[in-house]
């Protein structure tokens, strides 16, 4: 794997990619700015690893248009010391494996076609050249480090903010879910956890949970009101995703209890494909589209998922295909969603 990307016109990344197992080199078309240690360079690098490189994503499109994320070609990793086939077997035996820190190039972006895209290479041999241009007073260092600002107008952020947005937003659920597998639900558990996770006490000592309390269950006849008025406000494609599963899902007539079937399995992965539907599609007057395109471009990866999975379950009824049909259809479906949310923009 080779690459040379090119960050020497301020706000605008080119480059190029050579990836394993792909006969074009992708090509970089991004806005944005990269870390301090590339801002104004022409980066240039090459893997010196002998080991087999893994084949790249097939559905990763040649040229790749959107923003930045973080590019920098200075991100401490530690890498194994030893050959490929010797830190695996330490890992398969749960034995400590030889390793040391190195610099590692790590390239994000937000792509139109693919959403969030990260290419981390450890090791490999680069060439820099002399910065064109550093950030200064037209452009402040924290421009660097807060990359939502310049992607954010006056009005709404864009597809490409909302992913990034959105992917923290995943990061911080991910984070507090281990804190509570760690720490439990506890009242001090709880105390432990907004400390780690740097939540201030908004309520103060003066909180009354009582109070609290009470207002929920008043408000609970209310939202019983709002969950049905929003079923009946279903988008027909999420109507659709969701039958399909429901479809799918009845094609297995073993009785419970037992383990998932294919099926059952694959019909997981529909649903949440339609509750990310549902997310974006049920409300969307009350959304950006910025939001809506984001949101749908993660249902196409989810969907993504979900294909290989029904086309597993072909052997186990004749209804298969046509529901894989049908899915191929829906997917279709999201893309003209995406460009009409774009249109909106």
Known sequence: MRGEVDC???????????????????????????????????????????????????????????????????????????????????????????????????????????????????????????????????????????????????????EFAWEKKLKESDTTAERLMELIDLHGHSDEAWDKIEEEMGWDDEFGDDFDDAEMVSEEEEFEDEAEAIIEQLSNLRHPLVKRTQNLGLRLSAQDSTPPPHPPTRCEEAAEKIWLVSAKLAGALTRPDHFEPGFIVATLKRSLALWNEATPAIELCSSDSEIIPEILSEWLVCRSEIVDLMSKYRQKR
């Open 8 to 158: 020497r016109v301020r706000g605008k990344i080119t480059g190029k990619l050579w990836l394993s197992g792909r006969k074009e080199p992708i090509r970089l078309s991004l806005e944005g700015t990269p870390e301090r240690d590339l801002a104004g360079c022409l980066l240039k690098f090459k893997c010196q690893s002998e080991e087999p490189e893994e084949p790249s994503p097939a559905r990763l499109e040649n040229v790749q248009v959107g923003r930045t994320g973080t590019l920098t070609a200075s991100r401490k990793v530690r890498v194994p010391s030893v050959p490929k086939a010797e830190w695996l077997d330490c890992i398969a035996e749960k034995r400590p494996f030889p390793s040391q820190w190195t610099n590692a190039i790590y390239l994000e972006w937000f792509s139109e076609a693919n959403g969030n895209v990260v290419v981390e290479i450890g090791g490999a041999q680069c060439e820099l050249s002399l910065p064109e241009w550093t950030p200064g007073q037209e452009e402040p260092e924290a421009t660097l480090e807060e990359q939502p600002r310049e992607w954010t107008d006056a009005d709404a952020m864009d």
